[in-house]
């Protein structure tokens, strides 16, 4: 069982920043893929970015790409979110996301992911 935290959200004017984070409980992220999603009201979870289990490898949905940045770091349990040039449309809870690495790759779907964190909002306001 890992538990995962996530802190670092906020009310942020648009073009502004945020850098979320993601303790998990696990000793070392390097055998876990980590992934962030997030959720605005009335809408689904989505995917936003992912990387796999040494974080050399990265992908975003297209609505974040060249905005945000994921990045882990293992050996602090760590992973991170990195939002730049933040639009309204950002808004939404932002959760983390934990899947024992079994291979390589990242994933980008909501029922790949094992563990769970709560969700820390942001809001981006125009």
């Known amino acids: 069982q890992v538990h995962l935290i996530e802190s670092g959200g906020g009310l942020v004017q648009a073009g502004g920043s945020l850098r979320l984070s993601c303790a998990a409980s696990?000793?070392?992220?390097?055998?876990?893929?980590m992934g962030w999603f997030r959720q605005a009201p009335g809408k689904e979870r989505e995917f936003v970015a992912a990387?796999?289990?040494?974080?050399?490898?990265?992908a975003y949905a297209d609505s974040v790409k060249g905005r945000f940045t994921i990045s882990k770091d293992n050996a602090k349990s760590m992973s991170y979110l990195e939002m730049n040039s933040l639009k309204p449309e950002d808004t939404a809870t932002y959760y983390c996301?934990?899947?024992?690495?079994?291979?390589?790759?990242?994933?980008?779907?909501?029922?790949?992911?094992?563990?769970w964190g709560q969700g820390t909002q942001v809001t981006v306001s125009s």
């Open positions: 990387n796999n289990w040494n974080g050399g490898t990265a």
């Open positions: 996301a934990a899947k024992p690495a079994l291979s390589n790759n990242y994933y980008t779907r909501v029922y790949d992911y094992t563990y």
């Open positions: 696990a000793r070392t992220l390097g055998t876990y893929i």
